[in-house]
């Protein structure tokens, strides 16, 4: 069984753009902690995790399919924000942009008739929608809560309880 070399180049960009992922929630979760957010840090330094075991299913896959997974190097992420709410508006985009790659790949996929990735890609489909419900979730609390240091404060708080209890999709 193989995969086509139009769907290997998307898994191997993929691959990138976990990493790319990875690497901006570590960028995101050092800022927080010099910044005072420890919750938010916590958090952010479980995302950078999470995405990096992301990125590890697809070598994985590549590799079982023999295809041979490439890694590439990666843009520096942005290293400090205006606030934490800019911070997970960047981050909702972020995954707004994974969501559309891997859409992408599953039509690459049906079209090619590739059984085999389809399959494999339906994971990654249902997993972004629970990130984008994530931050979006996260950032509603603005609105509910406020702006100000107690609200920001407070919202840190729901960060640190979300980063002790991570949900079991998280792998
Ligand atoms: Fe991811
Ligand atoms: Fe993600």
Redesign the pocket.
């Known amino acids: 069984m193989k995969i086509s070399p139009k769907m290997k180049k998307a898994l191997n960009d993929q691959v990138t753009l976990?990493a790319s992922?990875s690497s901006s929630y570590l960028a995101m979760a050092s800022w927080c902690e010099v910044t005072g957010y420890q919750g938010s840090a916590n958090y952010f330094y479980m995302q950078s995790d999470?995405?990096r075991t992301?990125m590890l299913k697809i070598i994985h896959y590549l590799n079982d399919m023999g295809a041979v997974a490439s890694i590439s190097t990666i843009k520096a992420p942005a290293s400090s924000y205006k606030s934490l709410e800019g911070l997970i508006k960047t981050a909702l985009k972020n995954e707004q942009a994974?969501t559309k790659a891997i859409h992408t790949m599953v039509d690459i996929a049906q079209k090619e008739k590739d059984h085999s990735t389809y399959a494999f890609l339906e994971w990654f489909v249902n997993?972004q929608v629970q990130?984008e419900t994530k931050f979006e979730t996260i950032l509603q609390k603005f609105d509910l809560i406020g702006r100000d240091k107690l609200a920001i404060n407070e919202i840190d708080k729901i960060l640190a309880m979300d980063a002790a209890t991570p949900d079991d999709t998280a792998a």
């Open positions: 976990e992922a999470e995405e992301h994974v997993e990130e």
